[in-house]
């Protein structure tokens, strides 16, 4: 495996991509209605998948029938989404970054990013992607968050993290599953759209949704996560076994509130 010197921390979701596509948590139904409904978005429009991953935010929109070209640069991801999604016959999956893919003369009614625009480029990320929209086409951008509650097993696996990794004590979903990440350059993602000055109005949704998450669940999305994963092996193994075991010792299960955000605006030039 390489060193930490020579991995990109938005490139190393690939080491995990079977844990990463079993683990990580699927989006409400209640998104992708809205999404629907707000973007104006037609089965005729082709839908693009920014950083679609292992094609989790693209299944509901195959289901119902529209064409999505995912993006997705480690090959290790986009061969899972190849794999599950190519039943449908309407998916395809370009091995690109966002900055690096190599355009169609086709151009795009809607481009979502799930869990995946804060590893965009930030300086060019937003006039790339009007240059792939069709006029009137929309962007979606959209996270699963979970929710900062209180666990029985926080004051434990705080201590943990405070021996074993005390560079995490700057992030506060640090011992919580994936998604809580949304590194933008603006205060808000509604702020950083408008600040574009290339989108109209921002849409805003927010759905609260909740599930049971067992030891083992909670430790393998643990290993999908990027930070976890710029951790030394010794130490990231180490670490999650501990966690494992504070778990377990408060009954090896718990309730996890997500809340789904998710931020639309139509092209306005």
């Known amino acids: 495996m390489q060193s930490n010197e020579d991995r990109s921390q938005s490139r190393v979701f690939g080491e995990v991509a079977e844990i990463y596509h079993r683990y990580r948590p699927e989006y409400p139904d209640r998104l992708f209605e809205w999404i629907l409904a707000t973007c104006e978005t037609s089965t005729r429009d082709l839908v693009i998948d920014v950083g679609c991953g292992t094609g989790k935010a693209s ?56 869990q995946s625009w804060h590893w965009t ?42 021996e074993l990794a005390p560079e995490f004590d700057e992030k506060p979903f640090a011992v919580r599953l994936p998604g809580s990440k949304a590194a933008i350059s603006a205060e808000t993602p509604d702020e950083e ?25 909670h430790v393998q999305s643990l290993r999908t996560q990027s930070d976890h994963r710029m951790l030394t092996t010794e130490t990231r193994n180490e670490l999650l076994r501990r966690v494992a075991e504070a778990i377990d010792a408060y009954g090896g299960s718990y309730k996890q509130t997500f809340i789904t955000h998710a931020y639309a605006a139509k092209l306005s030039v």
């Open 59 to 114: 299944a509901p929109l195959l289901e119902q029938g529209f064409e999505v070209l995912g993006l997705e640069p480690d090959p290790a991801m986009a061969e899972i989404a190849r794999r599950e999604l190519g039943r449908f016959g309407l998916f395809s999956v370009d091995e690109s970054a966002l900055e690096e893919w190599i355009t169609t003369e086709r151009h795009a009614g809607l481009i979502i990013a799930g």
């Open 193 to 217: 759209i408008s600040i574009s000055g290339l989108f109209g109005p921002v849409q805003q949704f927010e759905f609260e949704w909740e599930m049971a998450i067992s030891t083992d669940h």
């Open 121 to 162: 480029n930030p300086d060019t990320r937003f006039q790339r992607a009007a240059s792939i929209l069709k006029p009137g086409g929309w962007l979606c951008v959209f996270w699963n968050r979970p929710e900062d509650g209180q666990h029985e097993f926080d004051a434990a696996t705080d201590l943990i993290y405070a």
